[in-house]
Nanobody
Framework: QVQLVESGGGLVQAGGSLRLSCAAS????????MGWFRQAPGTEREFVAG???????????YYADPVKGRFTISRDNAKNTVYLQMNSPKHDDTAVYYC??????????????????WGQGTQVTVSS
């Protein structure tokens, strides 16, 4: 089993910045990918960003079009932690943000059903 704990959510002004963290524990060696998803009230959970997790691969990153150029996903393998740096957030970025982990590649990063483990979520509210 892998446990994921998100932190760093809160209230941020539009145009500001916020960094989310996701700390992984347990059998992290059973996964090679981490992703961030988000869900606003009344909507489906949607992909935000993903990153290759294993120290043996290329650290490839993946982004949803609405966040490209504004959000950055990164990882610290020594700390078993993945980050989502949110720059210039907009009101539409308001949602509960979830961290996810799994063993996957390519297009699977964009699909929530590809991930095995999920965190409990952290609320991000962007004020206009």
């Amino acid at each position: 089993q892998v446990q994921l704990v998100e932190s760093g959510g809160g209230l941020v002004q539009a145009g500001g910045s916020l960094r989310l963290s996701c700390a992984a524990s347990g059998r992290t060696s059973s996964t090679d990918a981490m992703g961030w998803f988000r869900q606003a009230p009344g909507t489906e959970r949607e992909f935000v960003a993903g990153i290759q997790w294993s120290i043996w691969n290329s650290r490839a990153t993946y982004y949803a079009d609405p966040v490209k150029g504004r959000f950055t996903i990164s990882r610290d393998n020594a700390k078993n932690t993945v980050y989502l740096q949110m720059n210039s957030p907009k009101h539409d970025d308001t949602a509960v943000y979830y961290c996810a982990a799994g063993r996957l590649s390519g297009r699977a990063y964009y699909i929530k059903e590809s991930y095995t483990y999920w965190g409990q979520g952290t609320q991000v509210t962007v004020s206009s």
